[in-house]
């Protein structure tokens, strides 16, 4: 199947949700949690986002994981990663609780559609002190795709992870996995790079971006997706696509994401700054934006 067809056979099955002005979305992307050992880039940035999940809970946001949160090719254990980042999965779980989580797969945690999984590590968690279960994200589900539709301007944002446009994530993700797992977690502590990756390869990242922006051009839609790690942030006045991309949490430069607030898309970088008295703090920091949803429709 070629990719738009995949394309429109992600958005045919995704689930529709309607918001107005009052309703807030943050979307991070390619977090990549690992067990905060060697390989673990997530681990430098996990007070970043564990703050920014604790500011996102208290203004009310329901966040959406857009792929490749858990870094499960690296690690075969969901629990390991569960246990090296306990209180971010805490205030995950509580917005959980309060029906504002959503998660969308990527290729690195793909496992996560079959329900079984989901139900063995997801839904619960065994605590081996206590010798007992306990409730994690009881009942949650991992699409493929969202829609969520702006009611007063008719604006519709797809959401997908975006590794469909890479057939070697999609359909071969099982071998990638096992390379990964088996090689390059090895390699990449020697100083190699992944090659299934297309975060580290910038050819690969244009041609994955292309297809998905000729897609999104053709059948006249606003995509947001991750997995090629690299932010974007188009503007109607400048760009014949409505495509943006929420970028990384494993750079050094902090963690990237989108947010929807007051009707309109933001670009926001989570990163420590200093004061002029030398103090360290955390900043949210406006990248782009905000553009106004009511603006999509000039795209095409
Ligand atoms: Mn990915």
Redesign the pocket.
Same mark, same amino acid.
């Given at each position: 199947m070629s990719i738009a067809g995949r394309l429109d056979q992600v958005y045919q099955k995704a689930p529709l949700i309607t918001f107005n002005d009052r309703d807030k979305f943050v979307l991070f @992307? =390619?977090l990549h949690r690992g067990r905060d050992n060697k390989n673990d880039d997530f681990s430098q940035n996990r007070h970043l986002f564990e703050y920014a999940l604790k500011y996102y809970l208290k203004h009310r946001f329901h966040y959406i994981e857009l792929?490749?949160g858990d870094e499960l090719w690296e690690n075969k254990r969901f629990w390991d990663i569960y246990k090296a980042h306990e209180t971010i999965f805490e205030i995950m779980r509580k917005m959980h609780g309060k029906g504002r989580f959503s998660l969308i797969f990527? +290729?690195?945690d793909m496992e996560r559609k079959d329900e079984r999984i989901r139900r063995r590590f997801l839904h619960r968690f065994y605590d081996s002190y206590n010798e007992r279960y306990i409730p994690l994200f009881e009942g949650l589900i991992a699409h493929e795709g969202l829609r969520l539709e702006y009611k007063k301007g008719g604006a519709e944002l797809f959401l997908v *992870?975006?590794?469909q446009g =890479?057939w070697l +994530?999609d359909r071969l993700w099982k071998v990638g996995r096992f390379f990964v797992r088996y090689f390059w977690v090895h390699l990449q502590t020697m100083g190699f790079h992944n090659p299934s @990756?297309?975060?580290q390869e910038y050819k690969k990242r244009r041609i994955i971006e292309r297809k998905i922006t000729r897609w999104a051009e053709t059948r006249q839609k606003a995509i947001i997706m991750? *997995?090629?790690?690299r932010t974007r942030f188009s503007s109607p006045e400048h760009d014949k696509t409505a495509y943006f991309n929420t970028g990384n949490g494993v750079h050094r430069a902090g963690i990237t994401g989108i947010e929807i607030e007051k009707g309109a898309l933001s670009l926001v970088l989570w990163r420590v700054s200093t004061r002029d008295d030398g103090g360290l703090y955390t900043e949210r920091r406006l990248v782009r934006g905000p553009l106004l949803l009511e603006k999509i429709k000039d795209f095409y």
């Open positions: @992307s =390619d792929g490749d990527g +290729n690195h *992870h975006g590794h =890479d +994530n @990756s297309p975060a991750g *997995h090629t790690h």
